[in-house]
């Protein structure tokens, strides 16, 4: 099986990297393409993979996958659709371009399937939402299923789930981050060297997201077995509840699903 991609940004980074480190491929396996004569260096050095300057060549595999960014998107199909076959599969991972855009871009019955995956990919630790075309047979499904969990978990969702799927998924790393470093900068301020605060933070959301998974308790269940009586934690959760964190958050996921909706 070979594997194109086209776009080698840290989306493609993190997959390319989740596929080899599972062992599922090797690197004369896969092949990207970028932009720039410098990504494409940066990329064969890091992975030792094929990289080209040529999209239709990067095309030239069993499974394409199109992860270019959303604006790009409609530019790099016109630049290859005459280039794929209806045996190929394309796999795109551009928040916000639905099947409907895809298939008519492509022209003609092409295996196309539309996923969002994200950065954790990087470690092993990603989740991929998939949703196929109907010219996708159940195996070729499980075999680009099988890719997507290489590199963590793959969940077949409707599409109408989508923009909801990067808000809570594609995107929230980043709100992720940012916790971890605003609990970081705290404990700094408490006097905790740099360093030393991250891994506390970092290791605390590692370790509290795998009692949500492992447990399958309620996170409301989990939070009130820290919440002791007059103690520290339930002080800090009031806090917490009167500066708007729920509502924060699910007002950044709303605005991040009406961009999707909208691009």
Request: charged content about 20%; aromatic content about 4%; some cysteine.
């Given at each position: 099986m070979k594997l194109g991609f086209i776009g080698a940004g840290n989306m493609a980074q993190a997959m390319i990297g989740g596929v080899l480190g599972s062992g599922l491929l090797q690197k004369d396996d896969i092949i990207a393409s970028a932009a720039t004569q410098n990504t494409i260096e940066k990329v064969q050095k890091q992975y030792g993979i094929r990289t080209t300057l040529n999209n239709r060549e990067a095309a030239d595999a069993d499974i394409v996958f199109l992860a270019v960014k959303p604006a790009y998107c409609g530019q790099v199909i016109e630049e290859i659709k005459d280039t794929v076959s209806e045996q190929?599969?394309?796999?795109?991972?551009?928040?916000?371009?639905?099947?409907?855009w895809l298939e008519e871009k492509f022209g003609g019955k092409k295996k196309i399937i539309r996923t969002m995956p994200n950065t954790p990919a990087l470690v092993?630790?990603?989740?991929?939402?998939?949703?196929?075309?109907?010219?996708i047979s159940t195996e070729e499904l499980q075999s680009v299923c099988k890719i997507l969990e290489s590199f963590g978990r793959a969940e077949v969702v409707q599409e109408?789930?989508?923009?909801?799927?990067?808000?809570?998924?594609?995107?929230?790393?980043?709100?992720?981050?940012?916790?971890?470093e605003a609990m970081a900068d705290a404990a700094v301020a408490e006097g905790m060297p740099r360093a030393t605060a991250y891994q506390f933070a970092a290791q605390s959301v590692l370790g509290s997201a795998r009692m949500v998974l492992e447990t399958g308790k309620h996170p409301g269940e989990l939070k009130d077995m820290v919440c002791s009586p007059a103690g520290t934690t339930i002080e800090a959760v009031r806090?917490?509840?009167?500066?708007?964190?729920?509502?924060?958050?699910?007002?950044?996921?709303?605005?991040?699903?009406?961009?999707?909706?909208?691009?």
């Open positions: 190929q599969i394309i796999v795109s991972i551009a928040a916000g371009k639905t099947m409907a092993g630790e990603g989740i991929t939402a998939v949703c196929p075309n109907d010219n109408s789930m989508m923009d909801a799927v990067i808000a809570v998924s594609g995107s929230s790393p980043a709100y992720v981050f940012l916790f971890i806090v917490l509840e009167r500066k708007g964190l729920r509502g924060s958050v699910m007002e950044c996921m709303r605005v991040c699903a009406d961009k999707s909706r909208n691009m």
